[in-house]
Structure formats: C-alpha cells, structure tokens
T-cell receptor, first 112, second 113 residues
Framework: GENVEQHPSTLSVQEGDSAVIKCTYS??????FPWYKQELGKRPQLIID?????GEKKDQRIAVTLNKTAKHFSLHITETQPEDSAVYFC???????????FGKGNQVVVIP | EAQVTQNPRYLITVTGKKLTVTCSQN?????MSWYRQDPGLGLRQIYY???????DKGDVPEGYKVSRKEKRNFPLILESPSPNQTSLYFC????????????FGPGTRLTVL
C-alpha cells in the first residue's frame, strides 16, 4: 500500500521567516496530494491540495510543489505568523478512490 | 450548516464494555472514514465506506466494527474495548463532487481503563 513520510517531525521558525515541509510517497499511481492543518485541540482541515497534472499551486502565503518523478511534494509557508503554529499532515490518495494515506504530521512552531 | 458530527465527544469506559461512537454528515457525501490519532503515529484509517452497505478495512481495523445502513451515518462499534484503543477518533466524509476534500468531525477522545 501507499507509504507517506514527512520530514522534519518538528520545525521551529522565527515569525516572518519561511517554513518548508517535505513529504515522500511510494505509490507512483497516486495523483492527489492534500495538506491538512490541525490546530491544538481541533480537527484537521484542508488548507491546500494539488493534483498530478500540475507542479505547483499557491494560495496567498501557502504553496505546494509536486515532483512526480522523485515522488515528493512540499508545503511552503511564507511570512509565517503565530497562527501558523499547528500540526501539518500531508496525504496521498490511494487507489484513485479517495482513500487517503496520511503522513505522521509535522509540528510547526512559529516563534514571535 | 454543512458539517460532520460525532457523539460522544469524550468517553471514559472500562475494558470489555461495548460502546458505539456515532458519526453523521449532512452533505450527502458518498465516502466516509474512521481514523484514530495517536501521538507520533499521525492519522491511521480504521474503516472506510464508499457508499451505503459498502465498507472496507483500513490500516488498523482490529477490534472495530462499522456499519453503513444510511448514507448520512457511519457508526464505529467497539465490541470489547481494550486499553490499547485509548485514542482520539475522527470521522470524515468526502465526495468526488466536493473535490474529494475530507471533512472531519470534531473528534471523540476515548479512554479505556
């Protein structure tokens, strides 16, 4: 089955700096890659996603890049703010039927 | 308001006492899933349903049962809970018509003593 790995497990950044989280996946058939943000005590929520027919997608301060050849995708957060502090999960779709395999999550801490 | 609801939100129980965690969505989504979240292990899928009466095991199905008799409901059943099922549980729903975004419920924190 699909195996999704995230690096690093914890990331601390100064407010205003950029944060990058990288995920690798194993199944070359996967073609949908969402990122979820989970604030402390809350449910995961989708923040951005990308499909395999594009290499990059942006939404204000966040962006996702995809390298299908290398089987990795990354989340980029620019001009980080304290409210960006959260756990971020990457995921890859299994078998083309909307089942997702999640990574173990990255704790991002933005230091004011 | 479009939402996924779960009940109860918190539950403390004892080993062997059967329990059910309910999940309901009002978005007419075809797909529903149950996940458990444990520190350092991320979100692991327990069971999955593609539609009414269609369910499939996820990565960690042992000790759990599900049913999908109606499109909106997807209860999680623990017939004989054990302490290793102490966890945070999330239900989620999605649909190809909604870009396949998974909408999560608020979570159920279960403690089995």
């Amino acid at each position: 089955g699909e195996n999704v790995e995230q690096h690093p497990s914890t990331l601390s950044v100064q407010e205003g700096d950029s944060a990058v989280i990288k995920c690798t996946y194993s199944d070359s058939a996967s073609n949908y890659f969402p990122w979820y943000k989970q604030e402390l005590g809350k449910r995961p929520q989708l923040i951005i996603d990308i499909r395999s027919n594009v290499g990059e997608k942006k939404d204000q301060r966040i962006a996702v890049t995809l390298n299908k050849t290398a089987k990795h995708f990354s989340l980029h957060i620019t001009e980080t703010q304290p409210e960006d502090s959260a756990v971020y999960f990457c995921a890859a779709e299994l078998y083309g039927n909307n089942r997702l395999a999640f990574g173990k999550g990255n704790q991002v801490v933005v230091i004011p | 308001e479009a939402q996924v609801t779960q009940n109860p939100r918190y539950l403390i129980t004892v080993t062997g006492k059967k329990l059910t965690v309910t999940c309901s969505q009002n978005m007419n989504h075809e797909y529903m899933s149950w996940y458990r979240q444990d520190p350092g292990l991320g979100l692991r899928q327990i069971y999955y349903s593609m539609n009414v009466e269609v369910t499939d095991k996820g990565d960690v199905p042992e000790g759990y049962k599900v049913s999908r008799k109606e499109k909106r409901n997807f209860p999680l059943i623990l017939e004989s809970p054990s302490p290793n099922q102490t966890s945070l549980y999330f239900c989620a729903s999605s649909s190809p018509d909604a870009r396949n975004e998974q909408f999560f419920g608020p979570g159920t924190r279960l403690t089995v003593l």
